[in-house]
């Protein structure tokens, strides 16, 4: 009978050490697909930025004349792409 007690509990050791591997490398595979999620959302808002492109907002002469003045060169902001559409 004592042998009937100890294969039940190593049966039930073997479970539970099962169970926390399985925990464990389920736990990995969640905080890498976050990870993978978070570089793809941050590849997708930079590639989608549009600041500091002066080609869309100014020819390359009125760059050079906006430079032989001295002046500052501001952005005018351009209508968003949503704005075009609704138009």
């Known amino acids: 009978m004592d042998l009937n007690l ?3 509990g190593n049966f039930m050791g073997n479970h539970i050490n099962f169970l926390l591997i399985f925990v464990i490398i389920l736990a ?5 697909m976050m990870i993978l999620l978070m570089v793809f959302c ?3 808002f930079f590639r989608n930025r549009q600041d500091f492109k ?4 100014f020819t390359d002469d009125e760059l050079d004349d906006q430079m032989e003045n001295g ?3 501001e952005l005018q902001e351009q209508p968003s792409q949503m704005d ?4």
């Open 6 to 8: 100890e294969k039940s």
């Open 28 to 32: 990995i595979a969640v905080a890498l």
């Open 42 to 44: 941050c590849i997708s």
């Open 54 to 57: 002066f080609s869309r907002f």
């Open 71 to 73: 002046g500052d060169i």
């Open 84 to 87: 075009l559409t609704l138009r």
